[in-house]
C-alpha cells in the first residue's frame, strides 16, 4: 500500500498563496501520474490538476488554469502544487493521488488524507 501524505494547507486572505505538498513513502513515486483533487464540505470531489509521470504534461481544471501550478520531484518522491490568487471559492480538503493521468477519481489507486485549504474574503 502506498502511503501519501499532503502538507502546507493552512488560512489565507483571498489574493493570498500556498503551496501544498505531496510526500509518498517508497520508491513507485516515479511510476505514476500525480493528481490533486478538492472537496468543498457537501460537495463532491472534484479534479484540480494532474502531471504525468515524467512531468512532460501538465493539465488544469478550468477553475485553476493560470493561477495554480502542479510539479514533481521524483528523486524526492514529492509532488507539489503553488496555488496564487487565492478565492474564497478554492476553500477545501486538497488530496493527492497517484495513478494515470486523468480527470476522473477512478484512475487513481492511491490518496492521501487531504490538507486543509481556507480562503477568507
Known amino acids: 500500500q502506498v502511503q501519501l501524505a499532503e502538507s502546507g494547507g493552512g488560512l489565507v486572505q483571498a489574493g493570498g498563496s500556498l503551496r501544498l505538498a505531496c510526500a509518498v513513502a517508497g520508491s513507485v513515486f516515479g511510476r505514476y501520474a500525480m493528481g490533486w483533487f478538492r472537496q468543498a464540505p457537501g460537495k463532491e470531489r472534484e479534479f484540480v490538476a494532474c502531471v504525468t509521470w515524467d512531468d512532460t504534461i501538465r493539465y488544469y481544471a478550468d477553475s485553476v488554469k493560470g493561477r495554480f501550478t502542479i510539479s514533481r520531484d521524483n528523486g524526492k518522491n514529492a509532488g507539489y502544487l503553488q496555488m496564487n490568487s487565492l478565492k474564497p471559492e478554492d476553500t477545501g480538503l486538497y488530496f493527492c493521488?497517484?495513478?494515470?493521468?486523468?480527470?476522473?477519481?477512478?484512475?487513481?489507486?492511491?490518496w492521501g488524507q487531504g490538507t486543509q485549504v481556507t480562503v477568507s474574503s
Open positions: 493521488a497517484l495513478g494515470q493521468p486523468s480527470e476522473m477519481k477512478s484512475a487513481y489507486g492511491s
